[in-house]
């Protein structure tokens, strides 16, 4: 055997990505992430999950928890995820995260979680008064990911650092047990025409479920009068559209409305402008209002109706939970035995 060449991972490719029941969906999810996931589970064995345990990280409204969660799980349904084939379910429901959590919290380093951005953005300068969980939020992903040997994850550009993060992990396990190729080094999937929705009120910034401004997105909930109404308020500058993407270099929120309007067309942002090049805001506003409407109000439908039944959604969560653990409890088993715990 060799001792210094990593041995390659052999295992089986994987989809895993989650996310957070800490408020509404919105268009960038819709896009950056849900579009995605329907994708994927043609061609491989998807999990998603909600990570109700990354969201109490902050506080949460314990009732507002439950039903975001159920949710999260509605909208994963309504844009097309099938739960019969991708396995849904709720992160607390499986408790092999929190202990693979554990074993990863020992394997970090501090100052490894010292460089992530997304902690010191949310934190700012009060890390003194932020949830310890909050801190260690990545390892926690790392363990949700790792917990089912995930080789490929679907998310937006801002996990970029966490799941470099799982990648040094990984390796790190893999090289202190001397378990080479135990853990594969997961892939991150950005690319994709909606990795990148922006606010609708500021074309710099991430469009939101934490703006406080409702303004600045399209939430998957949001009926058409209010889609129309934001579109025609979302700020852009006064020149029209220009006949080619290099004009759109220094107009931010000109590119996001383009961009938005190619995501959700199948288009690219040329294609939009080989239509709507020259035109002003005037005419392309309404033009993108109702592509959106058509496309969101099937999705807000179908998520009302699952809403409704709480119930139903709760028995998809639990079949999706029993599913989760049956992958994980083999490879848990085995992290165990390959850390020292006894076996009893
Ligand atoms: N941190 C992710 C986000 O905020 C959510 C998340 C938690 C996640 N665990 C994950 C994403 C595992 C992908 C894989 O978007």
């Not at 961009?259 to 288009?267: E, F, K, L, N």
């Amino acid at each position: 055997m060799s001792e210094t060449l990593p041995e390659a991972y052999l295992g089986p490719q994987r989809v895993f990505s989650g996310v957070q029941p800490s408020g509404a969906l919105h268009l960038g999810n819709y896009l950056g992430a849900l579009v995605k996931f329907v994708a994927l589970q043609e061609r491989m064995e998807c999990i998603y999950c909600v990570v109700d345990m990354h969201a109490i990280t902050l506080w949460q409204d314990p009732a507002a928890l439950a039903s975001q969660t159920r949710e999260i799980a509605a909208a994963y349904i309504a844009a097309g995820v099938d739960p019969t084939r991708a396995i849904i379910f709720p992160q607390s429901a499986v408790s092999g995260h929190a202990e693979l959590a554990w074993i990863f919290n020992c394997v970090a380093r501090i100052g490894w979680l010292d460089r992530m951005t997304q902690f010191k953005e949310k934190t700012g300068k009060n890390k003194q008064g932020a949830s310890v969980g909050l801190y260690t939020y990545p390892v926690l992903q790392a363990a949700d990911i790792l917990l089912y040997k995930a080789t490929h994850v679907p998310v937006g550009e801002d996990q970029k650092q966490h799941l470099e993060l799982t990648r040094d992990i990984a390796g790190k396990f893999n090289n202190d047990f001397n378990a080479p190729g135990f853990f594969p080094l997961t892939e991150p999937m950005i690319e994709g025409p909606g990795a990148r929705v922006m606010s609708l009120r500021d074309g710099q910034a991430k469009m939101s479920k934490s703006d406080p401004s409702d303004q600045s997105r399209i939430n998957l909930l949001d009926d058409a009068d209010t889609i129309s109404q934001k579109i025609r308020r979302a700020r852009t500058d006064p020149a029209p559209l220009p006949e080619a993407v290099a004009g759109l270099s220094n107009r931010p929120e000109a590119a996001n409305l383009v961009g938005i309007y190619a995501a959700i067309a199948g288009m690219t942002d040329q294609q939009v402008l080989d239509r709507f090049g020259g035109k002003g805001f005037g005419e392309f506003k309404p033009a993108l209002a109702d592509l959106m409407v058509d496309r969101l109000a099937p999705v807000s439908d179908r998520m009302r109706r699952l809403i409704a039944d709480p119930a139903e959604i709760d028995r998809i969560l639990a079949d999706g939970a029993a599913r989760a653990r049956a992958i994980a409890e083999p490879i848990l088993e085995e992290t165990r035995r390959i850390v020292g715990y006894v076996k009893l």
